[in-house]
């Protein structure tokens, strides 16, 4: 048995996905189990991270587990207590999700926000894995509804690129630690195979798309104040910010081996994924010519 924390989320859903389709028994984590959206054959099961009665319950009896902390400035105790959770109930093996650049001080506050989660990890003394992943391809949803009403795409990371890397295989390579010892004690950095700006980004969607597409660069004061009109904390807004300054100054041009070292291919490129998710972005403007 597996447990999946997040089993709702962008990486958590798709693991429970993937994990399914090889037969594997799977239980899905979530606050909410009568919103989710599951393969019929997976057990769904309610779990709060507030809540470690919650998580207890939903762990016992699991061989191993995905864990997804609360990314926050304040969630450091959330991380430990899933791990010290999931090894008192009896679980031997963790795949954590983490962060791109986790302990590099280049990269500010937003830097240390997974390491209390990792050390408590790889001290717990059960197997383990950490995923380090670089920015998710289906972060760009976010331009969806900019580009649908014939927006500018927003930009605030200039011209600093990324090892921008499809979920999918972020969660291939999950699936793989979590059912198999041969990762234990391995951190991996997860890249896809292209260092892209947000330019090339933006490209690739015009591209695949068919259609013209502009970029505007966003002021930090400027992004900041939407960020916690949004409902970001003021904390959470200054890491994340920090965040895009290091990607701006060229700290995130990274790519690895990882993804093939673990999958034996290489990783889907951005243009792939945008293709597989090309409706997201263009539903409203096909509804639009119709009308």
Not at 147 to 153: A, C, E, L, T
């Amino acid at each position: 048995m597996i447990v999946i924390t997040g089993a709702t989320g962008t990486i958590g859903s798709e693991i429970v996905r993937q994990l399914a389709a090889r037969d594997v028994r799977v239980r899905a984590m979530t606050r909410n189990p009568e919103r989710a959206r599951v393969p019929a054959e997976v057990e769904v099961v309610r779990g709060d991270y507030h809540d470690l009665d919650s998580i207890a319950a939903a762990m016992t009896g699991a061989d191993a587990a995905f864990l997804v902390g609360v990314l926050g400035p304040d969630d450091a105790e959330t991380d430990r207590a899933l791990v010290r959770t999931a090894r008192d109930v009896g679980v031997r093996r963790i795949v954590k999700l983490s962060a791109i650049g986790t302990g590099d001080p280049e990269v500010g506050r937003v830097g240390t926000w997974h390491m209390p989660g990792e050390q408590a990890v790889s001290q717990s003394g059960l197997e383990w894995t950490i995923l380090r992943p670089s920015s998710f391809a289906s972060n760009t949803l976010s331009w969806a509804d900019a580009i649908r009403s014939g927006q500018p795409v927003p930009n605030l990371t200039g011209t600093g690129s990324q090892g921008v890397i499809d979920p999918r295989d972020i969660a291939a390579v999950a699936v793989e630690a979590l059912v198999t010892p041969d990762h234990s004690g391995r951190i991996y950095t997860l890249t896809g195979p292209a260092l892209l700006t947000c330019a090339d980004q933006v490209t690739t969607l015009a591209t695949v798309l068919g259609y013209q597409l502009d970029v505007v660069d966003v002021p930090e004061d400027v992004a900041r104040e939407h960020m916690i009109a949004s409902g970001m904390s003021p904390g959470f807004a200054d890491g994340a910010l920090a965040g895009q300054a290091y990607v701006r100054a060229g700290g995130n041009a990274t790519l690895t081996d990882d993804v093939r070292r673990v999958l034996g291919r290489a990783p889907r490129s951005y243009a792939e994924w945008v293709a597989d998710h090309a409706a997201a972005f263009t539903q409203t403007l096909a509804d639009q010519s119709t009308t």
